[in-house]
């Protein structure tokens, strides 16, 4: 099958879709063709907005991941109302600038419920049906904050370069299923989420400017259709982190 065509007609489940990075790589991989489920914690309105904006099917599932058992949950619904989620983006996440005195207990298990446990659930549940259909796509959506410490916290790091795990050790599981297992990793994007001021971020990038949404989601699409790309983590950061 060609490329071009690997995602057509797909069921894709991109969580955080409601803004920022997640709704770009909707918008993304509804132009190469896939039937999206928009993911959202509680911004529904915003959600559905998306979901109308992209058609062809499109819809929106609403789902708090901090909880446990939401994931399974989540996954059941999709698959009950739209189809087998064949390719699934976990994009959404949490992050607090904060020092490391700042960060107890409570809040680094809270991070990491949301950024690491969910997305590890969320693939858990979709992966014994990829494996049988013989065809999968999970891309996490990491941090340079994983590779470099970041400048938001060190529970936002932690949970972001756990991703990195995850990757390899799925990936390694279930290539041979025809399933690929990666993680994409910007640095300073304008979103909602970015820690500063965009034109003083932007200094400290090689290419002089933080990145866009739109910039992150043609990578993540181009991940998603290449069948023979995978255990990898994948950075794009205007130059930032050279490796």
């Known amino acids: ?12 489940l991109v ?12 918008r993304a991989l509804a132009s190469a063709g896939a039937k999206i489920v928009v993911g959202y914690s509680s911004n529904a309105e915003k959600a559905e907005s998306l979901a109308d904006e992209l058609g062809g099917g499109a819809s929106a599932f609403g789902a708090n991941l901090e909880d446990p058992a939401a994931p399974q949950q989540l996954i059941a619904d999709v698959e009950r109302d739209v189809g087998p989620v064949e390719i ?15 960060v107890d207990a409570e809040i680094f298990d809270h991070t990491l419920a949301i950024n690491l446990r969910a997305p590890f659930l969320l693939a858990r549940e979709v992966l014994p049906g990829m494996r049988e259909r013989g065809f999968g796509r999970i891309l ?3 941090s340079l904050a994983a590779l470099r410490g970041g400048v938001v916290g060190p529970d936002y790091a932690a949970s972001k370069a756990g991703l990195h795990g995850l990757t390899h050790f799925l990936a390694s ?3 041979r299923d025809g399933v690929t297992v990666n993680a ?3 640095g300073f994007v304008e979103t909602e989420m970015l820690p500063g001021d965009p034109q003083e ?14 910039e992150v989601a043609d990578l993540a699409v181009a991940i998603l259709r290449n069948g023979y790309l995978t255990s990898k983590v994948l950075t794009i950061d205007g130059g930032a982190y050279p490796r």
């Open 1 to 12: 099958m060609p490329d071009d065509d690997r995602l057509a007609g797909r069921v894709a």
């Open 184 to 186: 994409l990793a910007p």
């Open 173 to 175: 599981r279930v290539a």
């Open 201 to 214: 971020l932007g200094q400290a990038v090689p290419v002089g400017r933080v990145g866009r949404p739109e």
């Open 15 to 26: 969580t955080g879709a409601s803004g920022g990075i997640g709704a770009a790589i909707a």
């Open 140 to 142: 996490f959506i990491s």
């Open 88 to 102: 699934l983006v976990p994009g959404h996440g949490i992050g607090r600038p904060a020092t490391y005195e700042q």
